[in-house]
């Protein structure tokens, strides 16, 4: 069952946060300009590497990490 489909069929009206994490800023910059466009999605945040990631994360909590 698509993820979408799962969404609505549990009414979940809360937006899915995103955390991304990349060390170049251009993809960074791109996968927010990609997600932001998105009713349902949120970015939380970004880092340029996994150390300043691992704490920005444990903060936030976001629902989702993408990680190079």
């Not at 990349?22 to 880092?47: M, S, T, Y």
């Amino acid at each position: 069952m698509p993820f979408r489909v799962l969404r609505s069929f549990f009414n979940m009206t809360e937006k899915i946060t995103v955390f991304i994490v990349d060390d170049h800023p251009i993809v960074r910059q791109g996968l927010r300009q990609l997600l932001e466009i998105q009713d349902d999605l949120a970015v939380a945040g970004e880092a340029e590497d996994g150390n300043t990631a691992i704490e920005r994360i444990q903060q936030i909590l976001p629902d989702v990490v993408l990680m190079d």
